[in-house]
Every structure is written in structure tokens, then in C-alpha cells.
């Protein structure tokens, strides 16, 4: 059975964890950047400020990883031709194996 001592140890280590993951960082925006970012936040389904700039940096980063890989393979040798049963095995690959 649990006890309040139980549960404050629990959460004390829960917020070590915490602070050993995440790291702090302060920003300044002008006034209009700060109620875009508020409205966001309002409207958007973040819970907070830090959310919603998490999201944006994870969307920056996964689009400079697209961006990377694009530009890997324009670089690299053509291997097949990529055509209609191209795509369509692809299509096949991805009806196999959906992504979630």
C-alpha cells in the first residue's frame, strides 16, 4: 500500500529525472511575437509556451533531416529506374507495413 512518504519520494525523483533531461533556455520576443505564441498555445492544444517552441524546433529538425536526405540522394547514382512499378511497389511496401 502506498503513503504519502511513498508518493513524495516518487515524485522528488521524477523531478531529478526532470532537471537531468531537460535544460533550461529563456528567450526575448517582442510583444507581437509573445501573443502569437500565447494564441497559439490557447488554440493549438499546447499546454504551454515551452510546448509549443519544442514542436517548432522538432518540426525544424525533421525538416532539415528531409531536406539532408533530398539533397544525399539528387548527389548519389541513379540504381533503378523510378517509374510506375517504382511507385507502386512502394505503395505496395507502405499498405504492408503502415506507419503508427
Known amino acids: 500500500m502506498s503513503t504519502p512518504g511513498h508518493f513524495f519520494a516518487i515524485a522528488n525523483f521524477c523531478q531529478k529525472i526532470?532537471?537531468?533531461?531537460?535544460?533550461?533556455?529563456?528567450i526575448s520576443l517582442p510583444d507581437s511575437l509573445k501573443s502569437f505564441v500565447d494564441q497559439q498555445?490557447?488554440?493549438?492544444?499546447?499546454?504551454?509556451?515551452?510546448?509549443?517552441?519544442?514542436?517548432?524546433?522538432r518540426k525544424?529538425?525533421?525538416?532539415?533531416?528531409?531536406r539532408k536526405m533530398l539533397i544525399e540522394g539528387a548527389d548519389s547514382?541513379?540504381?533503378?529506374?523510378?517509374?510506375?512499378?517504382?511507385?507502386?511497389a512502394?505503395?505496395?511496401?507502405?499498405?504492408?507495413?503502415?506507419a503508427g
Do not use: C, Q
Not at 525544424?60 to 528531409?66: F, I, P, Q
Open 18 to 26: 526532470y532537471r537531468y533531461i531537460m535544460t533550461t533556455m529563456n
Open 41 to 57: 498555445v490557447t488554440s493549438g492544444g499546447y499546454s504551454t509556451s515551452s510546448e509549443y517552441v519544442r514542436e517548432l524546433i
Open 90 to 98: 512502394l505503395r505496395d511496401r507502405v499498405r504492408l507495413h503502415p
Open 77 to 88: 547514382a541513379a540504381t533503378v529506374p523510378v517509374d510506375g512499378a517504382w511507385f507502386e
Open 60 to 66: 525544424d529538425k525533421d525538416r532539415r533531416y528531409l
